[in-house]
Structures are given as C-alpha cells and as structure tokens.
C-alpha cells in the first residue's frame, strides 16, 4: 500500500505529430488536438470560461443529426495496461463513447463523475459542466494507435471532451493541472495553492498520521466511559472528524486510498459516512453503492481512521412515489409508518449484515465502524411536523396511533376530549379511533400564547411524540444490536426544534435511548439568490462576517447532556464567507473547552483539494490547510476542558408539562433548512442565561438531578461587558468580541485568530504574534507533545483568506456585494505578513524550515533574527506551515 501511495509522482512529455507517451510515465491529450472531427458547436453551449479548461479550450458539439466523432493519433513506446481517464461533460445527460484502433464502440459511465465544475459564463447549472472521469484500464500494444471519441446524447448529441490521459501508473485528477505541474495563476495579493499529489514518504515534515492506531479497531470498540469516549484498550480519545458523502461512489478504489491517507496525515481520525446505499425513488439497495462503503471503510481503517454511519436523511428517500401517491421528502415518517420502518430496516440489515468482501466481516462486527446514526436531521418538533407535509394515507396513520395512545391513557377518546375541557378539531374521528395532531407552531410558546385554550391538548401530543420518538430510537437499537450484530455506539438524531426552550430539552432526552449525543451547527448568513442554500454562483449577494463577533447564531454553543458522551457531527462556515479561517482554530479550542468528544467539519469535496467553489467546502487552503495545527491541539488535550458553569436539572414531567428550560441555544442552521421556519413563527428565542456562558466553560443538563441542585456562574469574573471580552474559566481562552480577536494561551499551543492587524502584538506565554493582514490565524505548537518553551520541534502555522482564481465580486477585494465570477482553480491564499517571536530554553540551536502545502521541507529561506531571549521569525508569505527545529 506505501508502494502503491508513491506512484503517484508522474511527469509531462508530448511531441510532434502523433502524441506519444514518454518515459515520463503519462500521455497528456487535449480535446481539440484530433487529427480529424466532425464536431458543431454552439454559441450558448460553447459560451464557458476557459480558463477552467485544460489548454484554454476544449471540444464541444451542440446539434441534432449524426453522432460526431473525434479521431487522435498516439504512440506508445511501451506495452501493458494503462489507466485511462477523461476530462469531458458529465451532467444533463450526455452520452460519451470511445473506441481503440478498429475495436467496437464502448460506452464511458459518467456516473462516477469527479471535480465537477460549472463552467458556463453566466454561472448557470445547466448543462455546461466538466468533470474527470476514470474509464478504467485498457490494453495498449506497443506502437501507433488511433483512438477516437463519439459523443450520441438524445438531446442534440451534445457533449464537451477537455483533454484525456494514459498512464502507466495510477493517475489522480488536479483539474487542469498535470502531473507536477504549477500554474501560478492567483489574484492580487494572494499566492497559488495548488499542491502536487501527495506521494506520502517519511520526508514529510508534518505528518498525524501516528496519532492514530495503526489499524482502526484494533484495541476492539471505541465505548463510552461516563460522558467520555475510550479506545477499546481503555485509553480516552477525541474525534477530529470529516464529513464524507456521496463522493465515495463517484471516487475509484485507488481515491478511495489516497483520501483516507490525505485526512489521517492532517490529523482525521474518524470519518461520518452521510449517504444512503439506496437511490431516491427506488427503496432497493444499490450493490454498487454498498460495495463503495465497504471499500471505503476499509481504506479508513488501514489509516487508523474509524467510521460512523449515517445512512438515512428524510430528504434522500421519497417514499410516495414509492406508493404513487406525490413527491413528498419522508419526514417525520420513519417514527411511526410501517412501510418506511420496514425499508428502513432492510436497509440497515443490509448494511450491517452483508460480509464486507475487503475486511471479510459484516460492518456490523467490524470495530472500526464506532458509532451508528439512527437518523439524520428529523424530529416530530422541527417544523416539517405538519399536516401538508405527508400523504392523507400517512396521516390518518399517524391520527390512528395518536388515538389508540389516548384510548390507553384515559380509556376513550371522548374522555380525553373531557381531560381537554371540550377542545376539539375539525379533524378528530372518535368513532375511527383517530384524532387530530397539530403543526408544529402550536407547540412552541407562540402558539401556546395564541390558542391558550389548547394547551392540555398540547401537552397530550407533546408527550405522545415524545413517547413516538424515543421508542422509534429504542427499537431501532435492539434492532441493530439483536438483528445487526452491532455491538458499538449510537447516536439518535442530531436536530433542532421549533421552540429550543419548550422542546429542545425534550428532543435532547429521546436522544438519551442511545450513548452518544449529537447535534449539528452552521455559521452561515446573508447570502442571497437563487439556490443559494446549496450553490454559489454568479448574481449571489453576500457578505463576510466572522464569528467572533457574537452577532449570529454561533454554531459552537451546545448543552451537554450529563452521563453521555458528546459529538457535533456536522459543522462549517459556508461559503461565501471570506472569513472561514477561525473554523478550525475555533472548533478546536472551544470544542476542546466545551468537552466535546467529536468534531466533524462538512464536508469533503474531492479526494485531494477542492478545485472549484461549493456552498459547503472543507477540501481548501484555509480549513483543511489549518488542520495539522487544530487536530494537534484538540487531540492531544492542549487546551484544558472548562468546569461546569451552568449546571442545569430538570425533571422529565416538568419538560413535558412544557414548563420550559432557561438554557438553551440559539439554532445555528443552515440556509437549506432554516428555509423550512416560518419567517412569522419563530417559538421563543429569547436567552435566559447569558450566552457568553458558552465560552466560559461547559453547560450542562441532566434528567436525573434534583432541580433545585441546578447552578448557573456569576459571569461577572469572566465576562466584561464594557470592554466586550470573555475569558474561559481555565484561563487559557479569552475572546474580544469587539474587537473580533480571541488568543489562546497554553504550555503547549498558543496563537491568535481574527482581525489581529488591529490589535497589534499579540503577548503570550512563549510567543509573541504579529500580524499585518487584516484577518488571519496564528497557531504555535508543540510537534512532541512538549511545552513550548522546552520543545524540539514546533509547528507555527498560518492562515487567512482564500478564493479562487478570477472570484471577483461588486465590491473591491471579492469580500461582499454581488458575485460576477466565481473564478476558477487554483484556489488562491491572501498572502502572509505576520512575524512570531519565540521564547525558548534549554539546548539546541534552532533551525527554521518552511514547508509546503502538504508539509514536505522546502528550499525557501525564511528570515530569522535573535535578540536575548527571543529567536523572531519572518513568515514567508507563500508559506503556511514553518517547522522550528532543535
């Protein structure tokens, strides 16, 4: 496998005539290089920006009539299997065939489409995209070879061919960069990231690869010890995780190999596999999509990287027209429908039941698969619960159970109607055996408020879906335990409610019939246009804000739940903020405050580096590029967890009396789902305790204490509000929401983020930061788990802002107003002006390298002064990572 991992290292070579392939170890072929072709093309199809094209053009055909083909000379000097790939339009339905020498035609899936950028001028999603797409291998004789395309959609035979290549050894995509190849290309004061492949060899610098096991469960399960996680041999563990999606089916094996080695080097340690193993129409299970996960889990386990499964979200299954009855999302319905219940549990037997052919046992028994996601993002008191949004069938399924449940508390139903003081709806049928449920505004405090008449009928169906949810989540455990064979952790669900001070504590304990809880959190803000929920394009409006402000719901503020491990499984700054470099260095030192047992960012976009712009990126300089830093320190516990300063008990009847609870939180959505609260309804968002809490230590909530123990801090000690700073009760953390800067002061980590060319120097235990770019991070730590002071090897890391080459927006600089290009790769980094002094003792002289992006030493020289007691060090401004060694 480390043999396979250092063949990716190729190089370039064309001449004259036919193209041949060198010894170079690749053939490099540009669509419009054919000897003969039969293309017409199209003014709209063939309006795109080249600059995101291999060469600055392409080949591309746009009519009706005969297919056209498109014909290349080749020589190859050496015989054998060759891996071929293509650059070519995979989206809106094109058809792509190719043949070798005289040979029948073979279709090319386009199915498994990689780095898929839209490259229509206007930034429409239509048709005018391009992807990498891996054919195969194919048999090439030694000698002249004439190999030829055809392009054959029913809908004008309309395709694009960029370029396509042959190589001897694997070959893994960098967009229109080949094989060690640079291009330089970045706006105005900002400097090219465009890495080469990692060949992952020992000279490596920066490397967290040792962190992690050598194999992924092999100690036995990860398990939770109290409100902790513990490796199987006892020894406690955080989770610095990445979301992977449906990204795994369009990567092959090799890609597959090279992303978990490319997330355990920057310090990944468990992977959320969030997709279904199902298409979105078809309950039956894909094969080839369960045969992905298998592969993929095995390629994170041999990196020491775990797994948690996430395979069902109401927005990827549409159960009615399963049934012919509309196109509905499936939420709410796996609570308490037979037929979704039923699939669904085909579905996880599948999953865990089926012989992994790579590992040789079911994922069910295999110990690298940690934790088990019940569900996705769903829950009876979010406001899909409503009447409209299932089928009339479905509901009156729903109306049933609600009336049985009643027929079991009070005897009949015209009792319970009593117990309600006579409330009725126009949908109750007493003599069916069913009664009406209301909508989920009817729940919160407003809807109390405006129908206060209903409030025993609330607190009837409050407690009835309460009793839904949990049992649902109880009996899909035993399921997975008595049927699955699993053994490992599980998590409930991970949503948000209607109302987070009547609700929120309620929906946490349905949690509680699993070990770990979960929730998710987005810092994401006006950004405007159509289909801005999930894309970025060109006519958006936007502006950048960072997070540190307070001035937003801010995802990393939670409410632990005592006894039960705690994990955040989705969280990220969505693009198109500029202001994404505090994610990491944010996550990891208030997550590390918070206690918080796992972090996964969303989400991964490629196996490599992203290479155009999404609404929710990971695989780009400034968030992946500040994990060696960030995982470090969140690992390795440099940061101290926080005391309890709100300790909050409460008892189940008094939650479900709807009595309410004083600590809650803001919800911190994304645009996708906070598009479903209605902008008129929004229960009660008010904030009882001061939310600064949240940065002074954990919060924390238990069903089982006496109420009248429950403690809140006097926050006077760690929060000013004048001077608009909060200090952690460790000490070791203090935010200036004014000013937008927090520092982050420890033995072994110590650095800076935000807006720091305001606030100047900053003075720390062993370092002193400065920097000039308005926004940034700095991060100082100990590479051997050493305080900095005493350490041999330290990492000083670096980060701003980063775009894509060509974003450009109505306001200078490409931070706010209406985007008018997205640009295309590389993706550019703000170029770095900050100098960190260091204060160190004992031996050894200090020796400064600069690596690169993927941590290797360079040959650049970095600027190093010494005065007495301070070695002061210049960062180079195209480089991230400088390693001090002594």
Same mark, same amino acid.
């Given at each position: 496998?480390?043999?396979?991992?250092?063949?990716?290292?190729?190089? @370039?070579?064309?001449?004259?005539?036919?193209?041949?392939?060198?010894?170079?170890?690749?053939?490099?072929?540009?669509?419009?290089?054919?000897?003969?072709?039969?293309?017409?093309?199209?003014?709209?199809?063939?309006?795109?920006?080249?600059?995101?094209?291999?060469?600055?053009?392409?080949?591309?055909?746009?009519?009706?009539?005969?297919?056209?083909?498109?014909?290349?000379?080749?020589?190859?000097?050496?015989?054998?299997?060759?891996?071929?790939?293509?650059?070519?339009?995979?989206?809106?339905?094109?058809?792509?065939?190719?043949?070798? =020498?005289?040979?029948?035609?073979?279709?090319?899936?386009?199915?498994?489409?990689?780095?898929?950028?839209?490259?229509?001028?206007?930034?429409?999603?239509?048709?005018?995209?391009?992807?990498?797409?891996?054919?195969?291998?194919?048999?090439?004789?030694?000698?002249?070879?004439?190999?030829?395309?055809?392009?054959?959609?029913?809908?004008?035979?309309?395709?694009?061919? =960029?370029?396509?290549?042959?190589?001897?050894?694997?070959?893994?995509?960098?967009?229109?960069?080949?094989?060690?190849?640079?291009?330089?290309?970045?706006?105005?004061?900002?400097?090219?990231?465009?890495?080469?492949?990692?060949?992952?060899?020992?000279?490596?610098?920066?490397?967290?690869?040792?962190?992690?096991?050598?194999?992924?469960? /092999?100690?036995?399960?990860?398990?939770?010890?109290?409100?902790?996680? @513990?490796?199987?041999?006892?020894?406690?563990?955080?989770? #610095?995780?990445?979301?992977?999606?449906?990204?795994?089916?369009?990567?092959?094996?090799?890609?597959?190999?090279?992303?978990?080695?490319?997330?355990?080097? /920057?310090?990944?340690?468990?992977?959320?596999?969030?997709?279904?193993?199902?298409?979105?129409?078809?309950?039956?299970?894909?094969?080839?999509?369960?045969?992905?996960?298998?592969?993929?889990?095995?390629?994170?386990?041999?990196?020491?990287? *775990?797994?948690?499964?996430?395979?069902?979200?109401?927005?990827? $299954?549409?159960? =009615?027209?399963?049934?012919?009855?509309?196109?509905?999302?499936?939420?709410?319905?796996?609570?308490?429908?037979?037929?979704?219940?039923?699939?669904?549990?085909?579905?996880?037997?599948?999953?865990?039941?089926?012989?992994?052919?790579?590992?040789?046992?079911?994922?069910?028994?295999?110990?690298?698969?940690?934790?088990?996601?019940?569900?996705?993002?769903?829950?009876?008191?979010?406001?899909?619960?409503?009447?409209?949004?299932?089928?009339?069938?479905? &509901?009156?399924?729903?109306?049933?159970?609600?009336?049985?449940?009643?027929?079991?508390?009070?005897?009949?139903?015209?009792?319970? @109607?009593?117990?309600?003081?006579?409330?009725?709806?126009?949908?109750?049928?007493?003599?069916?055996?069913?009664? %009406?449920?209301?909508?989920? #505004?009817?729940?919160?405090?407003?809807?109390?408020?405006?129908?206060?008449?209903?409030?025993?009928?609330?607190?009837?169906?409050?407690?009835?879906?309460?009793?839904?949810?949990?049992?649902?989540?109880?009996?899909?455990?035993?399921?997975?335990?008595?049927?699955?064979? *699993?053994?490992?952790?599980?998590?409930?669900?991970?949503?948000?409610?209607?109302?987070?001070?009547?609700?929120?504590?309620?929906?946490?304990?349905?949690?509680?019939?699993?070990?770990?809880?979960?929730?998710?959190?987005?810092?994401?803000?006006?950004?405007?246009?159509?289909?801005?929920? #999930? +894309?970025?394009?060109?006519?958006?409006? $936007?502006?950048?804000?960072?997070?540190?402000?307070?001035?937003?719901?801010?995802?990393?503020?939670?409410?632990?739940?005592?006894?039960?491990?705690?994990?955040?499984?989705?969280?990220? &700054?969505?693009?198109?903020?500029?202001?994404?470099?505090?994610?990491?260095?944010?996550?990891?030192?208030?997550?590390?405050?918070?206690?918080?047992?796992?972090?996964?960012?969303?989400?991964?976009?490629?196996?490599? #580096?992203?290479?155009?712009?999404?609404?929710?990126?990971?695989?780009?300089?400034?968030?992946?590029?500040? $994990?060696?830093?960030?995982?470090?320190? *969140?690992?390795?516990?440099?940061?101290?967890?926080?005391?309890?300063?709100?300790?909050?008990?409460?008892?189940?009847?008094?939650?479900?009396?709807?009595?309410?609870?004083?600590?809650?939180?803001?919800?911190?959505?994304?645009?996708?789902?906070?598009?479903?609260?209605?902008?008129?309804?929004?229960?009660?968002?008010?904030?009882?305790?001061?939310?600064?809490? $949240? *940065?002074?230590?954990?919060?924390?909530?238990?069903?089982?204490?006496?109420?009248?123990?429950?403690?809140?801090?006097?926050?006077?000690?760690?929060?000013?509000?004048?001077?608009?700073?909060?200090?952690?009760?460790?000490? %070791?953390?203090?935010?200036?929401?004014?000013?937008?800067?927090?520092? !982050?002061?420890?033995?072994?980590?110590?650095?800076?983020?935000?807006?720091?060319?305001?606030?100047?120097? @900053?003075?720390?235990?062993?370092?002193?930061?400065?920097?000039?770019?308005?926004?940034?991070?700095? !991060?100082?730590?100990?590479?051997?788990?050493?305080?900095?002071?005493?350490?041999?090897?330290?990492?000083?890391?670096?980060?701003?802002? =980063?775009?894509?080459?060509?974003?450009?927006? +109505?306001?200078?600089?490409?931070?706010?107003?209406?985007?008018?290009?997205?640009?295309?790769?590389? &993706?550019?980094?703000?170029?770095?002006?900050?100098?960190?002094?260091?204060?160190?003792?004992?031996?050894?002289?200090?020796?400064?390298?600069?690596?690169?992006?993927?941590?290797?030493?360079?040959?650049?020289?970095?600027?190093?002064?010494?005065?007495?007691?301070?070695?002061?060090?210049?960062?180079?401004?195209?480089?991230?990572?400088?390693?001090?060694?002594?």
């Amino acid at each position: 496998m480390r043999l396979l991992r250092c063949l990716f290292l190729l190089a @370039v070579f064309l001449c004259a005539g036919s193209i041949s392939l060198g010894a170079e170890e690749f053939l490099w072929v540009e669509g419009e290089a054919a000897i003969r072709q039969t293309m017409s093309r199209h003014g709209w199809y063939d309006s795109v920006e080249k600059d995101s094209l291999s060469g600055g053009q392409w080949l591309s055909h746009f009519a009706s009539g005969e297919p056209p083909i498109a014909e290349y000379a080749l020589t190859i000097p050496v015989g054998g299997a060759h891996h071929f790939w293509v650059r070519a339009n995979s989206v809106a339905g094109p058809r792509l065939s190719y043949r070798l =020498d005289r040979g029948a035609w073979t279709e090319i899936d386009l199915t498994g489409a990689i780095e898929n950028v839209n490259i229509a001028s206007d930034g429409k999603p239509d048709m005018r995209f391009i992807s990498w797409i891996n054919v195969g291998t194919i048999e090439l004789a030694r000698g002249a070879h004439r190999l030829a395309f055809k392009f054959h959609s029913d809908n004008n035979n309309h395709g694009g061919l =960029d370029c396509f290549v042959l190589s001897r050894q694997p070959f893994m995509p960098r967009g229109v960069l080949k094989p060690g190849q640079r291009t330089f290309k970045a706006n105005p004061g900002y400097f090219a990231w465009e890495p080469d492949v990692d060949p992952s060899t020992d000279k490596a610098l920066l490397d967290l690869r040792g962190l992690n096991e050598e194999v992924a469960g /092999r100690n036995g399960r990860v398990r939770a010890a109290g409100d902790r996680l @513990v490796l199987g041999n006892g020894k406690p563990v955080r989770f #610095w995780a990445a979301n992977v999606g449906g990204l795994i089916h369009r990567l092959d094996h090799q890609s597959h190999v090279y992303l978990a080695r490319h997330l355990a080097k /920057r310090g990944v340690n468990m992977v959320r596999l969030h997709g279904g193993i199902y298409s979105s129409r078809n309950p039956a299970v894909d094969t080839k999509k369960l045969d992905d996960v298998h592969h993929f889990v095995w390629a994170l386990k041999q990196e020491g990287i *775990y797994t948690k499964l996430s395979f069902y979200f109401p927005a990827w $299954f549409r159960l =009615d027209p399963w049934h012919k009855q509309g196109d509905r999302w499936s939420f709410m319905m796996l609570f308490f429908d037979r037929d979704m219940q039923r699939i669904y549990f085909d579905w996880a037997d599948a999953l865990l039941k089926t012989p992994n052919p790579y590992t040789q046992i079911p994922l069910g028994r295999d110990p690298a698969v940690a934790m088990l996601e019940v569900q996705n993002e769903d829950s009876h008191f979010f406001w899909t619960f409503a009447k409209k949004s299932a089928p009339p069938e479905r &509901w009156e399924r729903l109306k049933q159970c609600y009336g049985d449940w009643l027929k079991g508390k009070y005897g009949t139903l015209d009792k319970a @109607v009593s117990a309600w003081r006579g409330v009725r709806l126009p949908g109750d049928d007493p003599a069916g055996g069913k009664m %009406e449920l209301l909508s989920a #505004w009817n729940m919160t405090s407003g809807g109390l408020e405006n129908a206060p008449r209903q409030r025993l009928r609330v607190i009837d169906q409050v407690r009835f879906l309460t009793e839904n949810m949990r049992g649902f989540y109880t009996k899909a455990i035993a399921h997975f335990r008595d049927e699955g064979g *699993y053994t490992g952790l599980t998590s409930c669900g991970n949503w948000r409610t209607a109302d987070p001070s009547l609700l929120g504590p309620l929906e946490q304990y349905c949690y509680t019939a699993g070990d770990v809880i979960d929730h998710h959190g987005y810092f994401d803000h006006n950004h405007k246009g159509e289909g801005a929920s #999930w +894309s970025v394009r060109p006519g958006h409006t $936007f502006s950048s804000q960072s997070a540190l402000s307070l001035r937003e719901a801010n995802p990393l503020s939670y409410v632990e739940v005592a006894g039960h491990p705690s994990i955040i499984s989705e969280i990220g &700054w969505p693009m198109p903020n500029m202001y994404r470099a505090e994610w990491p260095f944010l996550t990891a030192a208030y997550g590390s405050l918070n206690g918080l047992d796992g972090i996964f960012h969303f989400s991964v976009g490629s196996a490599g #580096w992203d290479q155009s712009v999404s609404k929710f990126p990971m695989n780009n300089p400034v968030v992946l590029g500040g $994990f060696f830093a960030t995982a470090l320190l *969140y690992r390795n516990h440099y940061v101290q967890e926080g005391p309890s300063v709100v300790k909050e008990n409460v008892t189940l009847d008094d939650l479900l009396a709807l009595k309410g609870s004083e600590v809650f939180v803001r919800p911190a959505l994304d645009q996708l789902r906070a598009a479903q609260v209605p902008p008129a309804r929004a229960g009660r968002i008010g904030e009882p305790i001061d939310p600064r809490l $949240f *940065y002074v230590g954990r919060v924390t909530r238990s069903f089982a204490g006496k109420p009248e123990d429950s403690h809140v801090l006097e926050t006077t000690e760690f929060v000013d509000p004048k001077a608009k700073t909060i200090r952690s009760a460790t000490g %070791e953390l203090e935010l200036h929401y004014g000013a937008q800067v927090v520092t !982050l002061n420890t033995p072994k980590a110590q650095g800076a983020a935000g807006f720091l060319k305001a606030r100047g120097g @900053v003075e720390l235990n062993d370092a002193t930061i400065r920097m000039a770019n308005d926004y940034g991070t700095v !991060l100082v730590v100990a590479l051997d788990d050493e305080p900095l002071a005493r350490s041999k090897k330290i990492l000083i890391q670096c980060t701003t802002m =980063d775009q894509l080459y060509g974003w450009k927006t +109505s306001a200078p600089g490409g931070m706010e107003g209406q985007i008018v290009s997205v640009g295309a790769a590389p &993706w550019g980094v703000q170029k770095i002006q900050a100098s960190v002094a260091l204060r160190l003792q004992g031996p050894g002289t200090p020796r400064v390298v600069a690596c690169d992006e993927n941590g290797y030493p360079t040959e650049k020289k970095t600027q190093v002064s010494c005065s007495v007691g301070d070695l002061t060090i210049r960062i180079d401004e195209t480089i991230p990572y400088t390693v001090v060694l002594r």
